[in-house]
């Protein structure tokens, strides 16, 4: 069974732009979940997706957002870039999205913000 | 941003020894716990998880201990290996969500 995909693997961005980051969950997994992932803060939840709704929100400005389609693949983006943006953005995913489930994460996109 | 606090950033083990990586938490109605390892390149990587209505659970060469009267957390991994070298982290459910700790980097001396 294939892992939890992200696309890309890398990207340079310069402030102001906006960017998408793409994740394709386990097959059968229901739920996808990001996080950003920086030196100085460590793991932080940005959100959850389950069936196409946004289930659950971290403390992220209204910049970034994400969606997720029928077939459970998930996107999130990035308007107007900040230099403090750049991180590793992980996606995981998990069956249902239950609260004592487990995650499995993809390998992330590391963005560079110029 | 939220996190469970990490007792030590860094851990620094001989090849053989067993280790132990420590974590506070801070929120006494979370009741899932688990500890990832995340290797250079890669996504974090499930090892063992514990539920509040237990205070230890094994796994192959690690266990985890739950202490709730003071909210502490410790992965032990006995016979540490090279291929052991990693970040650790812990985490909680509150709130609906996971939260992670700052991490503990490993270091396995040959």
């Known amino acids: 069974k294939a892992g939890v995909t992200q696309t890309p693997r890398y990207l340079i961005k310069t402030r102001g732009q906006q960017v998408t980051l793409s994740c394709s969950p386990i097959?059968?997994?229901?739920?996808v979940s990001w996080y950003q992932q920086t030196p100085g803060q460590g793991l932080q939840f940005l959100f959850e997706y389950f069936s196409e709704t946004q289930r659950n929100k971290g403390n992220f400005p209204g910049r970034f957002s994400g969606r997720q389609f029928s077939n459970s693949r998930s996107e999130m983006n990035v308007s107007t870039l900040e230099l403090g943006d750049s991180a590793l953005y992980l996606c995981a995913s998990s069956l249902a999205g239950r609260v004592a489930e487990k995650l499995f994460f993809g390998s992330g996109t590391q963005l560079s913000v110029l | 941003g939220e996190s469970v606090g990490l007792h030590l950033p860094t851990l620094s083990v001989q090849e053989g020894d067993n280790s132990i990586i420590n974590c506070a938490y801070s929120?006494?109605?979370?009741?899932?716990f688990i500890w990832y390892k995340q290797e250079s390149g890669k996504g974090p990587q499930f090892i063992i998880d514990i539920r509040s209505n237990m205070d230890k659970r094994q796994g192959q060469r690690v266990t985890v201990l739950l202490n709730k009267t003071v909210k502490h957390l410790s992965l032990q991994i006995a016979a540490t290996q090279p291929g052991d070298s990693a970040v650790y982290f812990c985490a909680e459910t509150r709130g609906g969500k996971l939260i992670f700790g700052q991490g503990t980097e490993l270091s396995v001396k040959p």
């Open positions: 929120n006494s109605a979370s009741d899932y």
């Open positions: 097959s059968g997994h229901r739920s």
